[in-house]
């Protein structure tokens, strides 16, 4: 049985949430510019805001009590997260922690500041002593713990963890006819997080006709709201510098803090993102046949979504541009542990 109070548990968790949504909230402010000036953090002040407003919002409106009311988990549960997204991994330490479980965090608080940040908050806010508090940090698990892995499906961890929880990357398909808007929608799918979630764009898809100009336009207006990290433009350099080498079709903005490369559907790193020519969508779900990777969504714009669908698996979800980041506070990551825990 788990030595806190789970509906407790809950009324913490939402009452941090909504702590932090308050952009003058003082531990906020200085758990973001505490990351945002730590060395080797690879994440811009803009990303973390954005990402403690996007989590914070949506888990001040998700189901924390219906989960506290659901049969415990494990006991103890020792979690891997595969990815630093600043934020990564809260959800799914909400959900084990809310069914009772104890979640053991092999990573120092200075590597995840702001997720410990706000893990600590709540457990302040929940009143139990450390020893028996729902998330521990740099602490052995049991031995008899099972393990979790959370992260991209091709994580070291993944093929031995008891629950593994992958996180899968996006597709884009362009049509030609999209808005201002949601060309707006799309640079801010490409650009949160510099490309580094393990929910990013691998591909975009776009008619033979269609050119990128338009679209990096967008994204070079978008720069102005989120900023790249220092280290991206010397990244890009030497992608550019091996596409130049091998001539292949590229266009990049002005400031080299976004890639483009035209050729075949295979994708690359970071923000080097693969622009696919395609005269018919049987393309795209021919490619999907023969990936490497699986795919979780694909993002287009809403006029044309159906015709997308049509094309794709039933479990290859399609959403609309500009929401890969601004997901639920269950996403399928965690989904699939629930299942797991479930069965």
């Not at 932090?20 to 690879?42: F, G, V």
């Not at 002040?45 to 949506?58: K, P, W």
Request: glycine share 4%; with cysteine.
């Amino acid at each position: 049985m788990p030595t806190f109070a789970r509906s407790a548990w809950a009324d913490a968790l939402h009452a941090t949430a909504h702590h932090w949504t308050d952009p003058d909230h003082e531990p906020r402010q200085a758990a973001i510019e505490a990351a945002a000036d730590a060395d080797n953090y690879p994440f811009t002040e803009a990303h973390i805001t954005f990402a403690v407003n996007q989590q914070m919002d949506a888990a001040v409106q998700a189901s924390l009590h219906d989960v506290a009311q659901h049969p415990t988990g494990p006991e103890a549960l020792q979690v891997e997260l595969a990815a630093h997204v600043p934020l990564y991994g809260l959800p799914l330490i909400a959900y084990l922690t809310l069914r009772g479980t104890r979640v053991y965090l092999a990573d120092a608080p200075s590597e995840r500041p702001v997720l410990h940040a706000v893990l600590s908050a709540a457990q302040q806010a929940l009143s139990v002593e450390a020893e028996h508090a729902p998330v521990q940090w740099e602490t052995s698990a049991p031995q008899s713990a099972p393990t979790a892995v959370m992260g991209p499906p091709n994580a070291d961890a993944m093929d031995t963890a008891d629950y593994a929880c992958p996180d899968y990357p996006a597709w884009v398909v362009l049509d030609g006819n999209e808005s201002a808007d949601e060309r707006e929608a799309l640079a801010e799918d490409l650009l949160v997080y510099d490309g580094e979630s393990p929910q990013h764009v691998d591909l975009i898809w776009a008619p033979e006709d269609v050119l990128p100009d338009a679209y990096l336009e967008a994204l070079a207006h978008m720069r102005a709201a989120v900023p790249a990290h220092e280290r991206i433009p010397g990244t890009l350099q030497m992608q550019r510098a091996l596409l130049e080498a091998q001539d292949q079709p590229h266009a990049y903005t002005e400031d080299l803090t976004f890639l483009f490369s035209k050729g075949v559907p295979e994708p690359q790193r970071g923000l080097h993102v693969r622009w696919t020519p395609y005269d018919a969508l049987t393309e795209m779900s021919e490619a999907l046949d023969s990936a490497d990777t699986s795919v979780g969504s694909v993002r287009c714009r809403a006029a044309i979504t159906e015709r997308v669908q049509r094309h794709l698996p039933a479990d290859v979800r399609v959403e609309p541009l500009g929401t890969l980041h601004r997901t639920t506070w269950w996403p399928p990551a965690v989904q699939t542990l629930a299942s797991a825990l479930d069965r």
